[in-house]
């Protein structure tokens, strides 16, 4: 009988490539120290990225980490739950919910402009008073590690959009910080405050590509 270690290494790297990443890492990479080696291969982690597509994604460079690439390529989505207020307010928490206070609508709304997007059909709406959301989550629960946070710094784009009404102007205000694990800001992307007038209904967009991981997200916009 043939021991699965007998095989050549180009079978073993083919037969390993179709391994869920976690498990190789987590599993794999443990047999034994043949098994141990053949998963730290560049070899394999290119392989992964050719099967799923992400080579495509950036031009190939002889210098890159393949595992990196590959987990950080399979780690990106957007990170903010029920961001289109799909799913009313759930996975947000009020900060301020003033004047008639926090509601989602049907797009376009009484007073607003279809998005720019058809597949987005709902929105948050703020009211006359202070009204602020946020969102905070770990990037640990996400499947980033420490030496990849702390080593790679992953970019992570930072992206929000905003309208006023046909009938009132309001403030709109982004804060998005970057936590310790005890909660201390290690950094902070605030951009100045965008002041809009009744009749301002084009949707904008705000965006940002920011090195580091960014961990808390809230919005702050005051209808006058």
């Given at each position: 009988m043939v021991n699965i270690g007998d095989l050549p290494e180009d079978v073993m790297l083919e037969i390993l490539s179709f391994v869920p990443a976690r498990h190789l890492v987590r599993s794999c990479r443990l047999v034994?120290?043949?098994?141990?080696?053949?998963?730290?291969?560049?070899?394999l982690w290119k392989r992964k990225c050719q099967q799923e597509g992400y080579l495509s994604e950036t031009p190939d460079s002889g210098n890159r980490d393949w595992r990196i690439f590959y987990f950080l390529c399979n780690l990106k989505r957007n990170l903010i739950r029920n961001p289109c207020a799909e799913d009313?307010?759930?996975?947000?928490?009020f900060q301020s919910n003033e004047g008639n206070e926090w509601k989602v609508e049907?797009?376009?709304?009484?007073?607003g402009k279809?998005?720019?997007?058809?597949?987005?059909?709902?929105?948050?709406?703020?009211?006359?008073?202070?009204?602020?959301?946020?969102?905070?989550?770990?990037?640990?629960?996400?499947?980033?590690?420490?030496?990849?946070?702390?080593?790679?710094r992953p970019d992570i784009v930072v992206k929000d959009w905003y309208?006023?009404?046909?009938?009132?102007?309001?403030?709109?205000?982004?804060?998005?910080?970057?936590l310790s694990a005890d909660y201390i800001v290690l950094q902070e992307f605030h951009p100045d405050d965008v002041i809009l007038q009744p009749g301002d209904v084009?949707?904008?967009?705000?965006?940002?590509?920011?090195?580091?991981?960014?961990?808390?997200?809230?919005?702050?916009?005051?209808?006058?």
């Open positions: 034994c120290l043949l098994w141990r080696d053949l998963v730290d291969l560049s070899t009313a307010f759930n996975s947000w928490s049907e797009l376009p709304g009484d007073c279809d998005f720019p997007h058809p597949h987005i059909r709902k929105y948050f709406v703020t009211s006359y008073g202070p009204c602020v959301k946020f969102q905070l989550f770990s990037l640990k629960d996400e499947g980033y590690w420490d030496e990849l946070m702390d080593e790679t309208a006023a009404r046909f009938d009132c102007g309001c403030r709109y205000q982004l804060t998005v910080q970057l084009d949707w904008c967009e705000l965006s940002r590509s920011q090195p580091k991981v960014l961990l808390l997200i809230s919005e702050d916009a005051v209808s006058d």
